[in-house]
């Protein structure tokens, strides 16, 4: 068993990127405590068991979308795509923005992380989007979206979300000065770097609400015509209960 384990443990490593491309040396897990070891161990041969999973994760701005698409993210063993990224490489492509950042998707399902599935985050946000999305996939012979998951809170909580946002640029660690602080200062808690305060710009995010409000009906429309499963959860509460009323609205 503790070869078995050794081995696991030893190809995790040589397959996980260190931040200046190289891979992480064995000596690294040294100072981390055996149980952490064993509890991550436990958690990825738990995965195993679970069915894949191909989802969106859909909600206006700063309704939780990416806390909620990370904690996805490691209770199925998925890969989180964010869909501001898809659509930041389909403007620099040129062209049909759409397409771009259809393309940009297409290709990044093919890395060994999504094996088991995926999870987009924020990404489509029009029906024309999904309908794009669903044929190519479709006609490349990749799994298509099997469930959506719409979040929603009042325009007021979402702004005090916003207001409050840190970031640990590196990792993408999400932290909030009332609703989660970091441990100590202004610093990631678990590498003790600098978080940089997100900015936020009032007009941008009404308009982006508005935009979303305008566009859901539609995209809400398209799934139910297509038969997919679409989940609507409140966004008011904390991140777990949250990622509870998700993983229950999943289910059904």
């Known amino acids: ?41 436990k958690r990825r ?36 795509i964010s869909g501001s990224d898809l659509l930041a490489a389909g403007a620099a492509a040129g062209g049909s923005s759409d ?24 990404f489509p946000t029009t029906a024309m989007q999904a309908k794009r999305l669903q044929e190519s996939l479709e006609r490349q012979g990749k799994p298509t979206l099997g469930d959506v998951v719409f979040l929603d809170a009042e325009e007021g909580a979402l702004l005090e979300r916003c207001r409050g946002r840190m970031v640990h640029e590196p990792s993408g660690r999400l932290y909030h000065e009332q609703f989660k602080p970091p441990a100590e200062g202004c610093v990631d808690d678990f590498t003790g770097e600098p978080l940089t305060r997100t900015s936020h710009d009032q007009a941008d995010f009404q308009s982006k609400c508005h935009e979303f409000r305008e566009d859901v009906g539609l995209l809400k429309e398209f799934f139910k015509r297509t038969g997919l499963s679409t989940h609507e959860v409140n966004a008011a509460a904390g991140g777990e209960v949250v990622s509870a009323a998700i993983a229950d609205a999943m289910k059904k």
């Not at 093919?110 to 985050?121: A, I, K, N, W, Y």
């Open 99 to 122: 397409e771009g950042a259809i393309s940009a998707l297409t290709g990044l399902l093919d890395r060994p992380q999504c094996r088991r599935g995926f999870v987009l985050e924020g």
């Open 45 to 80: 041969h738990h995965l195993l068991g679970r069915p894949p999973v191909h989802m969106a994760l859909l909600g206006p701005p700063c309704v939780g979308k990416r806390t909620q698409a990370e904690a996805l993210r490691r209770a199925f063993g998925i890969c989180r």
């Open 1 to 41: 068993a503790c070869v078995a384990f050794s081995r696991i443990l030893s190809r995790s490593l040589s397959q996980r990127p260190a931040m200046a491309g190289r891979p992480l040396p064995p000596e690294a897990l040294e100072t981390v405590p055996t149980a952490e070891l064993l509890n991550e161990l």
